[in-house]
């Protein structure tokens, strides 16, 4: 379609006022229009004043994107015309439509970026100058400020979004550095000419002054309106320049005047908007980075800034949330920027302002309310509170010693704070279902600030939370949010209390068992038992303690809404006080018998409980353990023949799942071979001898154990046929397959060399399942079999016919025969586990593989480079896995040395297709894994394969020249040590293969350039 006006005008009306397919096409058409070199005429026309204002504003916007891209079509002596044309058009537009005038004032900004310094070496001052010249005395004195204003401020931004070779971005950000004072110079005048005529009406601007000498230009502005816009848009200019960093000593009025600005704003104005941008040009200015050069200065400013505090309260009492979590933040960003100094400055004359500093960001902690429904501002400061904790810890102890008397106060009354901010709201209907996630995540921030308190006050903290946890017991027995928040904050600081702690934390175990468990609200029962499994170290050292405790937990499994925390804390405790559980073991396990038996427990809480169960069996005598097994396992198993008799159907499936799930944990929990503690020298010993009784897992009892007295061994003996009918009832199933393997792994790990004679019936049922439906979770087993056992096992024969046959039927998901037509796709999580178990037993046992008759290495290797072709970068790290182990070892196995001989060059091959476009950009990485082993191991191979396959015309893509990929060969065979640089070789010649080199995306992920001519 011609590019004509009427065509472009029906387009624009066609975009914005048609239907979606409609409005899909006439798109196309003008971003069409827009890359087409007629762009840099016909924008001039549909910017003509008659025309509609959607075709201005794609006249305006094609501009902008023609310079901003397509810059070099521009030929050098055009640049004055386009000049002309650019101030005229904003000249024309200076009364609107804005959105026109916007992109207008974007393009010459585009404009200034791309011809200075070269063309246009002085275009800040030239431009301060043409805004006071005659061609602009026709526009309202207001205007030109605020245009002017507008083009200052887009720079900026427009320089970090704009895409220009490196170099000549680094000229241009020297030459806007240069500016910066000029350009802040200007904002300074308005906004002092603003001040000073506030309350005064009239022309904001009466004339711009601009003297310019040979080494500084300045600017005076005189104002005699105060226009909210212009003074927005003042401190706007100042905020993106002040990106580029400047002495704080040449910000001395800026920001006082920034002060009066956010003070005059915030308290005697309808609209905020100015205080708000006032506080983010004050953040910018003293979060800069050159900022920390002049510590002195930087003081006095936080000193200056210390007066907003007032306007806090101010917000709470208007409700202005906006403008008070501006103010926060700009207490908080500047106390973190500086964190460092102000410590030091405690030290010093200096102290109070950097108290005074932290006292605001404590009052900003502690603003009133409830997050996140009725302040948002107390969130904000919790990083700043980590932050001083960890300079002070890492003072020298002098001054640690020193700072300590100072900043303890503080963290006291931080965690007074904390302790009401963490707590429920009384009205529970103030949450909906999102404040409530919000505040779960907000409460756990609070918890990790109540650590970082606890690392400067240390046993301290517990002295305060018991205090007030005493304190609520007795005064607020009607509400229950304080003494929850009491018990959150003790399981809080639990990771950093010493295990010898024995001062604060038996009492507070004391309250703890006192407390009425059957009137107290769920919210603080839960929050009780938490805190009972956070505490599972220290009672492993305190097991005097556990007979307080072990009652509470056992209470809550018998309520639905507590047994979460139940289940969770008895996890805890028998994972770290095992052996101290034993006097319990039988209270233990009848509740648990009995509530499982029950079925009132939610799925995963029965499948928690288990680990307990397993974990307190384990300690038990065998024929202790096999009588409870009877009680819990033959319901279970009795289930399971149940549901196998039923038909398949969502609730079947679930109830299995859940059996094999509780089996599976049973067998990976309970493992006779502990090292028990002998009572009487434990007594004797006490707690200092603790570590020297660790459990091993492969350590032994008083006396040994047989495979026989394994009671894993035993269980899984029982289920073995119950768990083929599983299989071969759902055999079709994955979540079941995987179920019922976990079951099988986690009793092998348990048992390891004790499960030996039952490897064949186990291998029997892999091979069974894998022929019908190949499955990652039956890899994942058959890899663990085959690392237990080895070459040397009576079984090793079961273990080639094993891993020969998954072999085959791994292999045949790639021939064209099979249901899925060779398309690998839909199995790679099986591809990527069977490469991941090749490659383990090539590192780790080759011979294992090697030995097995039939086993063709080669088969393999050709099977990984398909699957080097697949979109998953897991799967195609796995095949990298395969290529390296095989080529590492291949100088040591005739067999190896074969296969890579052979095919090596077709990998390569494979190799620069996927390099060359054929595979997904993300997957390039890991290839050069590949190719560097094979420079190490294989050079003089890999240095005749690849100039040979380079050679070939267009290959691997008709992009790169023959010089390039001459080049690119070359460095790749140098490279045999750098991995890092191999990967930025082989990225940067992949870009060159796709056509992506000097794009945006190649900007934003390459660091560095092939440094060929062509390029």
Same mark, same amino acid.
């Given at each position: 379609?011609?590019?004509?006006?009427?065509?472009?005008?029906?387009?624009?009306?066609?975009?914005?006022?048609?239907?979606?397919?409609?409005?899909?096409?006439?798109?196309?058409?003008?971003?069409?229009?827009?890359?087409?070199?007629?762009?840099?005429?016909?924008?001039?026309?549909?910017?003509?004043?008659?025309?509609?204002?959607?075709?201005?504003?794609?006249?305006?916007?094609?501009?902008?994107?023609?310079?901003?891209?397509?810059?070099?079509?521009?030929?050098?002596?055009?640049?004055?015309?386009?000049?002309?044309?650019?101030?005229?058009?904003?000249?024309?537009?200076?009364?609107?439509?804005?959105?026109?005038?916007?992109?207008?004032?974007?393009?010459?900004?585009?404009?200034?970026?791309?011809?200075?310094?070269?063309?246009?070496?002085?275009?800040?001052?030239?431009?301060?100058?043409?805004?006071?010249?005659?061609?602009?005395?026709? +526009?309202?004195?207001?205007?030109?400020?605020?245009?002017?204003?507008?083009?200052?401020?887009?720079?900026?931004? @427009?320089?970090? #979004?704009?895409?220009?070779?490196?170099?000549?971005?680094?000229?241009?950000?020297?030459?806007?550095?240069?500016?910066?004072?000029?350009?802040?110079?200007?904002?300074?005048?308005?906004?002092?000419?603003?001040?000073?005529?506030?309350?005064?009406?009239?022309?904001?601007?009466?004339?711009?002054?601009?003297?310019?000498?040979?080494?500084?230009?300045?600017?005076?502005?005189?104002?005699?309106?105060?226009?909210?816009?212009?003074?927005?848009?003042?401190?706007?200019?100042?905020?993106?320049?002040?990106?580029?960093?400047?002495? =704080?000593?040449?910000?001395?009025?800026?920001?006082?005047? =920034?002060?009066?600005?956010?003070?005059?704003?915030?308290?005697?104005?309808?609209?905020? @908007?100015?205080?708000?941008?006032?506080?983010?040009?004050?953040?910018?200015?003293?979060?800069?980075?050159?900022?920390?050069?002049?510590?002195?200065?930087?003081?006095?400013?936080?000193?200056?800034?210390?007066?907003?505090?007032?306007?806090?309260?101010?917000?709470?009492?208007?409700?202005?949330?906006?403008?008070?979590?501006?103010?926060?933040?700009?207490?908080?960003?500047?106390? @973190?920027?500086?964190?460092?100094?102000?410590?030091?400055?405690?030290?010093?004359?200096?102290?109070?302002?950097?108290?005074?500093?932290?006292?605001?960001?404590?009052?900003?902690?502690?603003?009133?309310?409830?997050?996140?429904?009725?302040?948002?501002?107390?969130?904000?400061?919790?990083?700043?509170?980590?932050?001083?904790?960890?300079?002070?810890?890492?003072?020298?102890?002098?001054?640690?010693?020193?700072?300590?008397?100072?900043?303890?106060?503080?963290?006291?009354?931080?965690?007074?704070?904390?302790?009401?901010?963490?707590?429920?709201?009384?009205?529970?209907?103030?949450?909906?279902?999102?404040?409530?996630?919000?505040?779960?995540?907000?409460?756990?921030?609070?918890?990790?600030?109540?650590?970082?308190?606890?690392?400067?006050?240390?046993?301290?903290?517990?002295?305060?939370?018991?205090?007030?946890?005493?304190?609520?017991?007795?005064?607020?027995?009607?509400?229950?949010?304080?003494?929850?928040?009491?018990?959150?904050?003790?399981?809080?600081?639990?990771?950093?209390?010493?295990?010898?702690?024995?001062?604060?934390?038996?009492?507070?175990?004391?309250?703890?068992?006192?407390?009425?468990?059957?009137?107290?609200?769920?919210?603080?029962?839960?929050?009780? =038992?938490?805190?009972?499994?956070?505490?599972?170290?220290?009672?492993?050292?305190?097991?005097?303690?556990?007979?307080?405790?072990?009652?509470?937990?056992?209470?809550?499994?018998?309520?639905?809404?507590?047994?979460?925390?139940?289940?969770?804390?008895?996890?805890?405790?028998?994972?770290?006080?095992?052996?101290?559980?034993?006097?319990?073991?039988?209270?233990?396990?009848?509740?648990?018998?009995?509530?499982?038996?029950?079925?009132?427990?939610?799925?995963?809480?029965?499948?928690?409980?288990?680990?307990?169960?397993?974990?307190?069996?384990?300690?038990?005598?065998?024929?202790?353990?096999?009588?409870?097994?009877?009680?819990?396992?033959?319901?279970?198993?009795?289930?399971?023949?149940?549901?196998?008799?039923?038909?398949?159907?969502?609730?079947?499936?679930?109830?299995?799942?859940?059996?094999?799930?509780?089996?599976?944990?049973?067998?990976?929990?309970?493992?006779?071979?502990?090292?028990?503690?002998?009572?009487?020298?434990?007594?004797?010993?006490?707690?200092? #001898?603790?570590?020297?009784?660790?459990?091993?897992?492969?350590?032994?009892?008083?006396?040994?154990?047989?495979?026989?007295?394994?009671?894993?061994?035993?269980?899984?003996?029982?289920?073995?046929?119950?768990?083929?009918?599983?299989?071969?009832?759902?055999?079709?199933?994955?979540?079941?397959?995987?179920?019922?393997?976990?079951?099988?792994?986690?009793?092998?790990?348990?048992?390891?060399?004790?499960?030996?004679?039952?490897?064949?019936?186990?291998?029997?049922?892999?091979?069974?399942?894998?022929?019908?439906?190949?499955?990652?979770?039956?890899?994942?087993?058959?890899?663990?079999?085959?690392? =237990?056992?080895?070459?040397?096992?009576?079984?090793?024969?079961?273990?080639?016919?094993?891993?020969?046959?998954?072999?085959?039927?791994?292999?045949?998901?790639?021939?064209?025969?099979?249901?899925?037509?060779?398309?690998?796709?839909?199995?790679?999580?099986?591809?990527? +586990?069977?490469?991941?178990?090749?490659?383990?037993?090539?590192?780790?046992?080759?011979?294992?593989?090697?030995?097995?008759?039939?086993?063709?290495?080669?088969?393999?290797?050709?099977?990984?480079?398909?699957?080097?072709?697949?979109?998953?970068?897991?799967?195609?790290?796995?095949?990298?896995?395969?290529?390296?182990?095989?080529?590492?070892?291949?100088?040591?196995?005739?067999?190896?040395?074969?296969?890579?001989?052979?095919?090596?060059?077709? +990998?390569?091959?494979?190799?620069?297709?996927?390099?060359?476009?054929?595979?997904?950009?993300?997957?390039?990485?890991?290839?050069?894994?590949?190719?560097?082993?094979?420079?190490?191991?294989?050079?003089?191979?890999?240095?005749?394969?690849?100039?040979?396959?380079?050679?070939?015309?267009?290959?691997?893509?008709?992009?790169?020249?023959?010089?390039?990929?001459?080049?690119?060969?070359?460095?790749?065979?140098?490279?045999?040590?750098?991995?890092?640089?191999?990967?930025?070789?082989?990225?940067?010649?992949?870009?060159?293969?796709?056509?992506?080199?000097?794009?945006?995306?190649?900007?934003?992920?390459?660091?560095?350039?092939?440094?060929?001519?062509?390029?």
């Amino acid at each position: 379609m011609e590019y004509s006006i009427g065509n472009f005008e029906q387009a624009v009306s066609q975009f914005y006022y048609t239907d979606a397919v409609l409005q899909a096409q006439a798109h196309q058409w003008l971003v069409t229009a827009q890359t087409s070199t007629n762009a840099w005429s016909f924008v001039w026309e549909l910017l003509q004043k008659e025309r509609s204002a959607e075709v201005q504003f794609f006249a305006a916007t094609t501009l902008h994107m023609k310079i901003m891209k397509s810059w070099n079509e521009v030929p050098c002596k055009e640049y004055e015309a386009l000049r002309k044309h650019l101030l005229e058009a904003i000249f024309n537009y200076s009364v609107g439509p804005k959105i026109v005038l916007n992109r207008l004032c974007i393009a010459l900004s585009a404009y200034i970026l791309q011809t200075m310094p070269g063309y246009w070496p002085n275009a800040i001052s030239e431009l301060l100058v043409m805004f006071q010249s005659s061609d602009f005395q026709g +526009l309202a004195p207001d205007r030109r400020v605020w245009i002017l204003l507008e083009v200052l401020t887009v720079i900026p931004e @427009e320089f970090e #979004s704009m895409n220009m070779i490196q170099r000549h971005k680094a000229t241009v950000r020297h030459e806007l550095e240069k500016t910066t004072p000029q350009v802040l110079s200007l904002v300074q005048s308005v906004l002092a000419e603003a001040e000073k005529n506030s309350e005064t009406n009239g022309s904001l601007c009466n004339n711009i002054t601009t003297t310019t000498t040979t080494t500084t230009t300045t600017t005076t502005i005189t104002t005699n309106d105060n226009s909210n816009e212009i003074l927005c848009q003042a401190v706007r200019c100042a905020i993106t320049w002040l990106h580029f960093g400047i002495s =704080l000593i040449d910000c001395d009025q800026l920001a006082t005047l =920034l002060v009066r600005v956010v003070i005059k704003y915030s308290i005697n104005s309808s609209s905020t @908007e100015a205080a708000e941008l006032g506080i983010e040009a004050l953040d910018q200015m003293l979060t800069h980075p050159d900022a920390s050069k002049m510590p002195s200065i930087v003081m006095n400013f936080i000193q200056r800034i210390l007066c907003l505090k007032d306007i806090i309260n101010h917000c709470q009492d208007c409700d202005n949330q906006d403008l008070m979590t501006n103010l926060c933040s700009l207490f908080v960003t500047v106390g @973190e920027a500086h964190s460092q100094l102000l410590l030091r400055c405690l030290m010093s004359e200096m102290r109070d302002v950097s108290l005074q500093l932290l006292q605001v960001i404590l009052s900003c902690t502690n603003c009133p309310g409830n997050y996140p429904t009725q302040e948002t501002c107390s969130q904000l400061t919790f990083g700043i509170w980590y932050i001083i904790q960890d300079e002070l810890i890492n003072l020298e102890p002098v001054d640690y010693s020193s700072l300590l008397p100072i900043l303890g106060p503080i963290y006291q009354e931080l965690v007074l704070i904390l302790l009401r901010k963490s707590q429920y709201p009384h009205d529970s209907t103030e949450f909906s279902s999102e404040d409530k996630e919000t505040f779960r995540w907000y409460r756990q921030d609070v918890a990790d600030t109540l650590m970082y308190c606890c690392n400067v006050l240390h046993e301290s903290t517990l002295e305060i939370l018991l205090t007030q946890l005493q304190n609520t017991l007795i005064s607020a027995k009607s509400a229950w949010q304080p003494l929850e928040s009491c018990l959150h904050a003790f399981a809080a600081v639990s990771e950093n209390i010493d295990e010898n702690e024995n001062k604060y934390l038996p009492v507070f175990f004391t309250v703890l068992q006192s407390l009425p468990f059957d009137t107290l609200d769920i919210h603080v029962a839960t929050t009780a =038992l938490d805190v009972v499994g956070s505490y599972a170290t220290w009672l492993d050292f305190h097991p005097d303690i556990l007979g307080r405790v072990i009652p509470l937990l056992l209470m809550g499994l018998n309520n639905s809404d507590a047994a979460l925390s139940a289940t969770m804390s008895l996890k805890y405790l028998s994972r770290e006080c095992q052996t101290e559980l034993k006097p319990y073991a039988e209270v233990i396990l009848q509740t648990s018998q009995r509530v499982l038996s029950e079925g009132k427990m939610k799925q995963d809480e029965c499948v928690r409980l288990m680990y307990t169960v397993g974990k307190v069996l384990s300690i038990l005598p065998l024929d202790s353990i096999l009588q409870y097994l009877d009680n819990l396992l033959l319901p279970c198993v009795d289930q399971i023949k149940t549901l196998l008799e039923q038909e398949p159907s969502v609730t079947v499936k679930s109830n299995l799942l859940v059996r094999m799930k509780m089996l599976g944990m049973l067998m990976g929990t309970l493992d006779v071979n502990v090292k028990l503690i002998d009572e009487d020298e434990h007594n004797n010993s006490g707690v200092e #001898s603790k570590t020297d009784h660790q459990v091993s897992s492969h350590g032994t009892n008083d006396q040994c154990h047989s495979s026989q007295s394994q009671p894993v061994f035993i269980v899984l003996k029982h289920l073995m046929h119950v768990l083929n009918a599983v299989i071969n009832k759902w055999s079709t199933d994955t979540s079941i397959l995987q179920a019922v393997f976990s079951v099988f792994k986690h009793g092998v790990t348990t048992l390891l060399e004790d499960c030996i004679p039952l490897i064949p019936n186990i291998i029997d049922i892999i091979l069974n399942s894998y022929k019908r439906l190949p499955t990652a979770s039956a890899i994942d087993l058959a890899k663990q079999i085959s690392l =237990l056992m080895g070459r040397t096992s009576p079984h090793t024969q079961h273990i080639h016919n094993l891993l020969l046959l998954i072999t085959v039927h791994t292999l045949h998901l790639a021939k064209p025969d099979f249901h899925t037509g060779g398309d690998l796709k839909p199995y790679t999580d099986v591809v990527e +586990l069977y490469l991941q178990l090749i490659a383990t037993l090539i590192k780790k046992n080759p011979l294992l593989l090697l030995e097995i008759e039939h086993f063709n290495i080669s088969d393999v290797f050709q099977f990984a480079m398909k699957a080097l072709m697949l979109p998953e970068l897991p799967t195609v790290r796995a095949a990298v896995g395969l290529f390296t182990a095989v080529i590492s070892q291949s100088r040591e196995y005739d067999a190896l040395l074969m296969c890579v001989q052979i095919h090596g060059e077709e +990998l390569v091959e494979r190799l620069l297709r996927c390099i060359g476009g054929e595979a997904s950009r993300i997957n390039i990485e890991p290839l050069s894994d590949i190719i560097l082993v094979l420079n190490k191991k294989h050079c003089d191979n890999i240095s005749r394969w690849l100039p040979a396959l380079l050679a070939r015309p267009d290959f691997p893509s008709s992009r790169p020249s023959n010089q390039t990929k001459a080049h690119f060969s070359k460095m790749v065979l140098k490279e045999r040590v750098n991995k890092r640089k191999l990967q930025e070789i082989v990225r940067e010649f992949s870009l060159v293969c796709r056509g992506l080199v000097n794009t945006e995306y190649a900007a934003q992920t390459s660091a560095s350039r092939i440094a060929t001519p062509d390029l």
